[in-house]
């Protein structure tokens, strides 16, 4: 980011407010992993639970705080409750963590 951007970001206190929103409710590790399982896509609870390995009440609460700090957006179909990521930012963060965090250097992953 350059320096411009930074002072344009941090000159706005409701960016600065949406950011510290955003990365606060990602940082737990099985919210971020909850976000790396939903990626682009729209996933119902169950397959969430399925791929993440843990028990549905656990998954239930981290996607509720999810929700309620607005990282995640759902949809009903009968009973089944479908999860999708609410800003394409996040999604930009995500990419962004990844090529950080999940690359080797100086190989191509």
Do not use: W
Not at 14 to 42: D, M, T
Not at 68 to 84: F, H, I, P, Q, W
Request: aromatic fraction near 2%; charged fraction near 20%; hydrophobic fraction near 40%.
């Amino acid at each position: 980011m350059s320096e411009c951007a930074i002072h344009a970001l941090m000159n706005r206190q409701e960016h600065i407010e949406a950011a510290a929103r955003s990365l606060k409710a990602i940082s737990h590790p099985l919210r971020l992993k909850i976000l790396c399982v939903v990626g682009n896509q729209e996933v119902c609870v169950q397959n969430i639970v399925d791929t993440v390995g843990t028990s549905q009440s656990n998954i239930s609460q981290h996607l509720g705080i999810l929700r309620d700090k607005g990282v995640l957006r759902t949809r009903k179909d009968a009973n089944r409750v479908y999860y999708r990521v609410a800003d394409s930012r996040t999604l930009q963060l995500l990419g962004l963590m990844h090529d950080v965090f999940c690359s080797v250097p100086g190989v191509n992953s």
